[in-house]
């Protein structure tokens, strides 16, 4: 019997080759659950953190957004309130904005100087709603002169009736400037008027003295003196009221001007708030990518690693069980 005398390579054990391919077959599959699964956890954390938390604080802070700019319509309507009642509501209003938004602030984040600035306005608010009501207070005065006035007007009338005069033409004139006086909105004007009304008085002083009914016209000319001179005078409470207004409208202002940047810090965080979730879910898309683009090539490797398992299997084992069949 012949025997070639081709020399083969060296043998390798069955053993070796099954271990080294069943090993290898571990790994890859090893290897790709572990991608796998932290890119699961690793999404899954992403998830419950937006969901979780981010989104929440989108939500609530859009909705502190909106209360703070609530404010600026609250002070507002304080700011035309022409009434006890109006002032009231619009107070009520502004409280209940102010709760909402301490509560919803502490519920978000925890920002020393938003808390200290909220704060401001609500000191600012309660000074202004004071001036309000001092406002109110000097109107209801000027309304109650006013109607007093109109009665001292009334009791001139009836003199006239009786005895047509000069005397009560010019009153009746007086009375039609005060009128004008407290319709005036600018306070040099209302200085003027208010003088010429007193020129109009000193007149009608020598006119009553040279009349009918001297006794009766000197009481109304006094009543009226008193009515619009006197300390607490229409004169002095018009002049008050034009200083009010004056600084009601520079108070209202100022808290429009906090009010406006605190809602623009609110927003300032809402925008950081989206600026992180969409961060966020950036990053995460990144990592899914490159851990995609190595799952891929890991899935290309092991490919490769099986086709070279199966040639191996081919020349090594397939040969040599064919060999040992023919033998």
């Known amino acids: 019997m012949t025997i070639s005398g081709t020399k083969k390579g060296p043998r390798i054990s069955l053993v070796k080759v099954f271990s080294a391919g069943l090993v290898g077959i571990l790994f890859i599959f090893m290897l790709l659950s572990y991608f796998t699964f932290s890119r699961l956890l690793s999404f899954e954390s992403t998830l419950t953190e937006v969901s979780n938390k ?123 400037n005060i009128n004008r006086a407290l319709n005036e909105n600018k306070l040099q004007r209302v200085r003027f008027l208010f003088n010429q009304i007193k020129e109009q008085f000193n007149e009608l002083s020598v006119i009553s003295a040279k009349g009918q009914d001297n006794a009766i016209k000197r009481q109304l000319i006094n009543q009226f003196k008193t009515l619009l001179f006197n300390e607490n005078g229409l004169e002095s409470l018009k002049i008050k009221s034009l200083r009010l207004n004056g600084r009601a409208i520079g108070r209202e202002n100022f808290v429009h001007n906090l009010i406006e940047d605190y809602v623009a810090q609110l927003g300032f965080v809402n925008y950081e708030t989206e600026q992180n979730i969409t961060l966020q879910v950036a990053t995460s898309v990144t990592k899914m990518k490159q851990q995609t683009q190595l799952i891929r090539l890991i899935l290309i490797g092991g490919v490769v690693f099986l086709l070279a398992i199966v040639i191996l299997f081919q020349q090594r084992i397939l040969k040599r069980i064919r060999i040992f069949n023919y033998m």
């Open 54 to 176: 981010s989104l929440p604080n989108l939500i609530q802070t859009s909705q502190l957004y909106t209360q703070a700019a609530r404010l600026l319509e609250s002070t507002e309507i304080l700011s035309k309130s022409t009434s006890n009642a109006s002032k009231r509501l619009a107070e009520k209003r502004l409280q209940s904005n102010l709760v909402n938004i301490r509560r919803a602030a502490q519920n978000i984040f925890s920002n020393e100087f938003l808390d200290t600035q909220l704060n401001i306005i609500a000191i600012e608010l309660n000074e202004y709603s004071a001036l309000i009501q001092e406002r109110l207070q000097t109107i209801n005065s000027i309304q109650v002169l006013s109607n007093q006035m109109y009665d001292i007007n009334a009791q001139a009338i009836n003199i006239q009736k009786q005895n047509s005069s000069a005397w009560v033409l010019s009153f009746s004139q007086a009375s039609v």
